[in-house]
């Protein structure tokens, strides 16, 4: 199969041949990986025991789903991915926003898989193999995890889009054997020696529904359009896009989180996950867990490492998608390494995504809304300007930037940055919430609201697309000899 060499310019209708079906498939296979189910075992080392976790879990997937799942419409009528698109509404510069903050978010999370993968990787080989848990065996293991991933990226949305329907299949059966092979030893209470984290139940089970419930979800926020957009809405109505988008996004975190709840009880995981879950293992069921252990985190990895490509792509339009992932690729695995072997990253990682994250929601509250007022209705020419070099056109506002949007996008990242509750930082904001983590409902609610009342007298975007069309800017001259360039 050929390289995707479309970057974040718009997809022509004849190439959007992708259903709503295969968006579930993207979103339940790529989904199915130890970073993902490592989530469910945040409600157990919290001091929940079973069913506390799992409503916990179900609560904040659906109520993240929910204010998800409405930007994978936006790239179904825009044809562009998420961070271009938002040029609709932040300006076209302005959507460098989103492009930095998907950038971010996807390295973080890319490192956190790679990182979990390769720890029960080499685990599951020291007992099957008796192989030394040594620094040259794990600094292999994730040579090849990290290397496995970035041909899969650069490959692009075609062949990860047939990886993740293997792997919907696969790794689905692989967790149902796993619930046979835990099984004797699950129990549906709360590890020996816990306590709720902040206290009481219902502070501690809130805590667990937006740490590990919502914040899945939202994790998606600069991705989803890097799917949908391939998908055309000629052929597909908006309803069953929304629709396989909810479903995708619930199947594919409920899944792997509800495994990582009944093994975390299964095999007494309160302050580590991957280590117990490897020795608590039967014999038979390692090599299945070494399957989901690789497998899995190239899947997941893959699709963050391409959307990160894209992201770059879209900050540094002369570059091709491929070069811009070639880029990411390193950068990822250099810090996988450093994670590692210089310093303990983990938290500070973790800390990192979910102030990204806080960042990110104001981001897609606005970005939905903007889309909702415009109808879905977008200008594909003037969403490119900032890529072709151009000026111009219904979406330049201020030299390229919607400054009343960008404020209100300032305003509720400061909000929700002060509510955030990470391992490394606390806001001043956590005390009036109880020590509940609330930073993306705060970061959502004053974000929004802040942009309806500074744009309330702004026409909608849609009355304006007859607008002048942008004004060319001359191009440079070109080498004497260059070779063919991706589009991007």
């Known amino acids: ?50 069913w506390p976790s799992v409503t916990s879990l179900v609560a904040g997937t659906l109520v993240g789903t929910l204010l998800t799942a409405p930007l994978a419409l936006v790239s179904l009528r825009s ?54 848990s040594s620094g040259a065996t794990y600094a292999l293991v994730y040579a090849l995890l990290a290397g496995a991933t970035a041909v899969g990226a650069v490959y692009g949305y075609r062949v990860l889009l047939r990886l993740s329907k293997v792997l919907a299949i696969g790794l689905t059966v692989l967790l149902a054997v796993g619930i046979v092979a835990y099984a004797d030893t699950f129990t549906t209470a709360a590890p020996p020696g816990s306590s709720y984290l902040l206290g009481g139940f219902w502070q501690t089970w809130l805590l667990a529904a937006v740490s590990a419930g919502l914040s899945g979800p939202i994790a998606f926020i600069t991705l989803l359009g890097d799917y949908s957009r391939y998908i055309s809405p000629r052929r597909h109505s ?29 095999v007494g995981a309160g302050a580590d996950y ?30 963050m490492l391409y959307s990160m490509g894209l992201d770059l792509d879209a900050i540094l339009p002369r570059a091709t998608r491929t070069q811009a992932t070639y880029v990411v690729a390193a950068l990822a695995t250099t810090l996988v390494y450093a994670g590692h072997f210089l310093w303990a990253a983990q938290d500070a990682m973790t ?19 903007g889309f909702v007022r415009c109808r879905g209705a977008y200008d594909p020419e003037s969403l490119q300007v900032y890529n072709r070099g151009t000026r111009g056109g219904v979406y330049w506002y201020r030299a390229g930037w919607h400054v009343r949007a960008t404020l209100a996008w300032a305003l509720g990242s400061a909000v929700g940055l002060m509510g955030v509750d990470t391992p490394l930082y606390q806001g001043p904001l956590l005390p009036l919430s109880g020590g509940i983590d609330l930073s993306f409902l ?4 004053v974000g929004g609201i802040a942009y309806l009342v500074l744009t309330v007298r702004d ?30």
């Open 1 to 50: 199969m050929p390289i995707e060499q479309r970057g974040v310019d718009t997809i022509p209708d004849e190439e959007r041949t992708s259903g709503p079906r295969d968006l579930i498939s993207i979103l339940l296979g790529s989904n199915l990986a130890l970073g993902v189910v490592i989530f469910g075992w945040l409600p157990v080392s919290f001091g929940l025991g079973f």
């Open 79 to 132: 044809a562009t991915n998420l961070s271009t698109s938002s040029g609709a509404h932040f300006g076209v510069r302005g959507r460098l926003i989103g492009s930095v903050i998907g950038l971010l978010l996807s390295l973080g999370y890319t490192a956190l898989t790679l990182w979990v993968g390769g720890d029960a990787v080499v685990g599951t080989l020291h007992r099957l193999t008796g192989l030394p």
């Open 238 to 266: 908006g309803r069953k896009v929304f629709g396989a988008t909810c479903l995708g996004l619930v199947a594919g975190l409920l899944v792997p989180q509800l495994f990582g709840t009944f093994t975390a009880l299964a």
């Open 274 to 303: 991957a280590g117990p879950l490897v020795a608590g293992a039967p014999f038979w069921y390692l090599a299945l867990l070494l399957l989901n252990a690789s497998a899995g985190s190239v899947g997941n990895s893959g699709l």
């Open 351 to 369: 800390s990192f995504v979910l102030l990204m994250t806080a960042v990110g929601t104001p981001w897609a509250v606005i970005t939905v809304i």
């Open 442 to 445: 705060l970061a959502a609610a």
């Open 459 to 488: 026409p909608r975007p849609v009355a304006a697309l007859r607008a002048l069309p942008p004004t060319p800017t001359p191009p440079a001259p070109a080498p004497a000899a260059e070779a063919p360039a991706e589009a991007g």
